[in-house]
């Protein structure tokens, strides 16, 4: 059974450049967002979700 890659690098210069047009594409099952300023796409699943920090009124971090 095949894997999906993590990472496709130069996209514009592949079958999968279509990408650029649309944010990201399926590949092998797996959804994958294009990143225009290194030209790759990255599996949606691996990307981590960033919390905002909480800060109380005096910006201080709790």
């Known amino acids: 059974m095949k894997t999906a890659p993590d990472e496709i690098h130069n ?3 592949t ?3 279509i990408a650029r ?3 990201g ?3 092998n099952g ?3 967002v294009y990143f225009q300023d290194e030209d790759k796409l990255v599996r949606k699943d691996l990307l981590k979700k960033k919390k ?3 800060e ?3 910006g ?3």
Do not use: T
Request: aromatic letters at 16%; a positive charge; hydrophobic letters at 30%.
């Open 15 to 17: 079958q999968l450049s």
């Open 25 to 27: 594409c399926v590949f």
């Open 56 to 58: 109380d009124i005096n």
């Open 30 to 32: 797996k959804e994958y």
């Open 52 to 54: 905002p920090k909480k």
């Open 60 to 62: 201080k971090l709790f």
């Open 21 to 23: 047009h649309y944010g």
């Open 11 to 13: 996209v514009s210069h």
